[in-house]
């Protein structure tokens, strides 16, 4: 059985654009995994810099005690 040529031609167009949206789907599974990934490598950062951030304000506060204490040695 012959399709009418407008029905061809629609059938036609939605096969390529389920193609393109297969081709967007893949991207965007692709762009998630990459996103995901780099998520966890900017947790894995940040943490590493609070933890970098703490030690410096606990030397700095050592330094301040030390100070004070020459402050008010005779």
Known sequence: MTLPASLQQELDTLAQRLEQLRSQ???????IIELRAEK???????????????QARSR???????LRALEQAP
């Open 60 to 66: 700095v506060e050592a330094m301040i005690t030390r």
């Open 40 to 54: 966890a490598r900017l947790s894995d950062e940040k943490a590493a810099l609070l933890a970098r951030n703490e």
């Open 25 to 31: 789907a893949t991207l965007l599974r692709q762009e």
